[in-house]
């Protein structure tokens, strides 16, 4: 038997991560466990100025190398570019994760009805849930190809992309001072997601390039404690996840411990889907 350091397969010092969304509640524990597990980090986001404020942060917490940028995941020459520059400040792409998913700038449109649904609304939320995701996969991956040494690639999806939501849990529910539900186009856009992860697992299996999904449970971010409460009555574990509990699975598949892991779909969701 070789002396295989178990706890090394973890470690990924020296390569290179992406992740997209990587301002938002998520992607900043997302980018500083990659962070603090040696990697170089690029912290993309549509919003520029928190990726930079992020990345500053990490860098000097860290003492690593991070990066900022500024990028729309659902306009192709926004994600070229973004990738050029992180290949051009690390030299090369290991690690993506590809995290981003739309915020409607008009709430009323988002969480209308399905029967008064606009398709305008639809396609601004699967501009970013979905194009962005091929997007960025298809940059990156293109990238991973030339490099020749495969690489890893987890794309976040949604515990509402594998079951559709409780509609009860959001009587008398709200967040940010608002009534909310999970519309029709979230729960599409993130079950499309696990199928693009299947589809790039099976494709790009024969050049090294490993495609998982990670599926995150409901996830306390400022709701009120009606939708907590509700929530939580539907979880085995009684209780929402804390953001920190979904990087663990994160660093599992982006790196080599789980080096015969593809295709699969990772839910971190307190027991939800067992039921």
């Known amino acids: 038997m070789n002396e295989l350091s178990y706890r090394g397969l973890f470690d990924l010092t020296g390569k290179a991560a992406v992740v997209t969304g990587g301002a938002g509640i998520l992607g900043q524990h997302f980018c500083a466990g990659l ?19 992020l990345a500053e942060a990490l860098g000097q917490r860290y003492n690593g190398q991070i990066i900022g940028i500024g990028c ?10 973004m990738v050029a520059r992180v290949v051009a400040e690390f030299g090369e792409i290991n690690i ?7 915020k409607s700038d008009d709430l009323d449109a988002f969480f209308a009805p399905f029967e008064e649904y606009s398709l305008d609304q639809w396609r601004k939320i699967m501009s970013v849930n979905l194009d962005g995701m091929f997007l960025v996969a298809q940059a990156v991956g293109k990238q991973m190809i030339t490099q020749g040494k495969g690489g890893s690639i987890v794309q976040t999806a949604s515990i509402y992309g594998v079951m559709a939501p409780d509609h009860r849990i959001y009587e ?3 967040y940010l ?14 079950a499309a997601v696990i199928g693009l992860t299947k589809y790039l ?3 790009w ?23 907590k409460r509700r929530y939580s009555a539907r979880i085995p574990m009684n ?37």
């Open 35 to 53: 962070a603090e597990s040696g990697a170089k980090v690029a912290v993309v986001d549509v919003q520029e100025e928190k990726a930079l404020e």
């Open 72 to 81: 729309d995941v659902s306009d192709p020459s926004s994600v070229n570019a």
């Open 96 to 102: 993506l994760h590809n995290n981003a998913a739309g």
């Open 172 to 174: 008398g529910s709200f």
């Open 177 to 190: 001072d608002r009534q909310i539900n999970t519309p029709a186009v979230y729960t599409a856009s993130k």
């Open 201 to 203: 697992a099976t494709y």
């Open 205 to 227: 299996a024969g050049k090294g390039i490993r495609v998982n999904t990670l599926t995150p449970g409901g996830t306390e971010s400022g709701q009120n404690d009606e939708l």
């Open 239 to 275: 209780r929402m996840a804390n953001a920190y509990e979904i990087v663990g699975a994160l660093l599992y598949l982006a790196s080599d411990a789980s080096g015969y892991v593809t295709g699969q779909n990772i839910i971190v969701d307190g027991g939800l889907n067992a039921w």
